[in-house]
């Protein structure tokens, strides 16, 4: 309970806690920021972790001097896509092992529909998860089980972390010198959490509306298969 409480207090007041860690530790706070944010977008096991609200507060303390603008935008870049490249592999490697059966956690359904979904929306679902919570942990992660084409994911990847990084932490350091910023910066963090997670809540809406876009095409287990036969032969060719 108590860890909760410091966890919700540290994001709120992520720009009081991010000074004291810079206080403290110096020029390793860029290894912890680094550490953070590449465990919030490479492992599915840590979507909890601050992302948005960090990257504005590291652009506030920049802005002060306290960190160094190019550091940060660096750290958070290199983290950003390391991280969801990782999860993108660690996804792919196990997609088709999890095809041949049923797991727990994953049907063979879900599965396809997951590689239909990347072949219709292709690029643009990984540089739209990026500015989602959680969903940005577990796209890249989806996208290597669902088999998205290597080159394509990439290219997003790197394309959707720019605009984040650059956009937040720009923000941050442009804005944060404002006295409504240093004011109301708890509020300034929930508004850009809510605007986050803003399109999850539309879209759990619309499905339980009804309202969802009707599926046009059925994905078949041939069309993964066929899918994962031909990464296999670009890898062994390599």
């Known amino acids: 309970m108590e860890f909760i409480q410091f966890f919700v207090d540290f994001v709120l007041h992520v720009d009081e806690h991010l000074l004291e860690l810079v206080t403290q530790y110096g020029t390793w706070i860029y290894l912890i920021l680094f550490i953070i944010v590449f465990c919030e977008t490479g492992l599915v096991v840590t979507p909890f972790l601050p ?3 960090l990257l504005f507060a590291a ?9 160094g603008y190019p550091e940060a935008m ?56 990026r500015f989602v919570p959680i969903v940005r942990t577990f796209a890249p992660f989806v996208a ?8 394509t994911f990439f290219l997003y990847n790197i394309l959707g972390c720019v605009l984040w990084v650059g956009g937040l932490v720009s ?29 999850v809540i539309i879209g759990v809406l619309r499905a339980r509306l ?8 059925k994905p078949t287990e041939e069309d993964y298969m066929k899918a994962a036969a031909s990464l296999a032969r670009k890898d062994t060719a390599k």
């Open 210 to 217: 009804g309202k969802g876009t009707p599926r046009e095409d």
């Open 74 to 129: 660096a750290i958070f870049l290199l983290a950003g896509c390391g991280g969801d490249a990782v999860n993108y592999l660690i996804g792919r490697h196990v997609g088709p092992a999890i095809f041949q059966r049923d797991s727990r956690f994953i049907r063979k359904k879900y599965l396809l529909e997951a590689h239909a979904f990347y072949v219709r929306h292709g690029g643009k679902a990984i540089v739209l998860a």
């Open 144 to 151: 290597g089980i669902a088999l998205m084409h290597p080159h």
């Open 51 to 53: 992302g948005d609200s």
């Open 59 to 67: 652009g506030v303390l920049a802005g002060t001097g306290a960190m």
């Open 171 to 199: 923000a941050g350091y442009f804005l944060g010198n404002l006295d409504f910023v240093q004011k109301h910066f708890s509020l300034i963090v929930y508004a850009i959490i809510l605007i986050s997670i803003l399109p």
